[in-house]
């Protein structure tokens, strides 16, 4: 199938990924997970901010029907 000396061999087979890669996921993994446990130890301030009213839409006096919709037709089987 694949050479014998081909690098890549082992990955391209399904068995198992290159150290190097596997090295490089686990300090990413690492990283991510410091970041996140600094973001929790940090002292966060929270406001009290009154909930915000929805806006109404503004119907155009030009649209027939400020509720109309779309119709979505599956014609292939």
Known sequence: MFP???PYR???EGSVLPP???EQIRQREE???SRRDEDARRPRLELP???VAPKKRRVDED???PD???II???GG
């Open 10 to 12: 082992v990955v391209k």
């Open 4 to 6: 014998v000396g081909d």
């Open 49 to 51: 901010v009154a909930p």
């Open 68 to 70: 109309r919709g779309v």
């Open 31 to 33: 990283r991510e997970r």
């Open 20 to 22: 190097f890669i596997i």
């Open 63 to 65: 649209e027939p029907d």
């Open 73 to 75: 037709v599956d014609l």
